[in-house]
């Protein structure tokens, strides 16, 4: 079990840390701390604030990914998806959320939009070769393997 910090920024007592809505949840939903309902036009991103910073363990990541429903529903989702919070980053998390719907949508302030999910980043070591070991695909990029 790993251990995550969440501190509440000033004026942002009525926002709720992030939470799962489900025993078996991935993801903790995120809302929106925002002060005055903001209406998304149809192809218009903005940054929305969760009034939340964390603290996390250096093994962690924290991704930012779009809800279901609101992306069925409504056409709104996150870019960048999925959006990477470092161990090290301690400021307030936000999330880039875009309209690809065809209709204006408002977000109020405490609406759920988004969702965080926990991965574990392995330790790597990264070295410089001369040569790669081979394998079936070699270099075949794109399409190679199917359509």
Same mark, same amino acid.
């Given at each position: ?27 903790? *939903? ?7 309902? #903001?209406?998304?036009?149809?192809? $218009?991103?903005?940054? !929305?604030?969760? %009034? ?35 161990? *090290? ?7 880039? #959320?875009?309209?690809?719907?065809? $209709?204006?949508?408002? !977000?109020?302030? %405490? ?37």
């Amino acid at each position: 079990m790993y251990r995550v910090l969440f501190k509440r920024l000033e004026g942002n007592s009525d926002i709720a840390i992030p939470k799962k809505m489900s025993d078996w949840a991935a993801g903790f *939903d995120l809302q929106a701390a925002i002060q005055e309902p #903001l209406t998304l036009q149809p192809l $218009e991103r903005k940054l !929305i604030p969760t %009034g939340f910073a964390m603290a996390m363990p250096m093994e962690l990541e924290a991704q930012i990914r779009p809800r279901s429903g609101l992306a069925y529903k409504h056409g709104i989702t996150c870019l960048n998806t999925p959006g990477t919070i470092d161990a *090290d980053y301690r400021g307030e998390v936000k999330v880039l #959320l875009v309209n690809l719907g065809q $209709e204006p949508f408002t !977000i109020t302030r %405490g609406e759920r939009i988004a969702q965080m999910v926990f991965q574990v980043v392995p330790a790597v070591l990264i070295e410089e070769a001369e040569e790669l070991p081979d394998t079936v695909r070699g270099d075949g990029g794109f399409g190679h393997t199917g359509v």
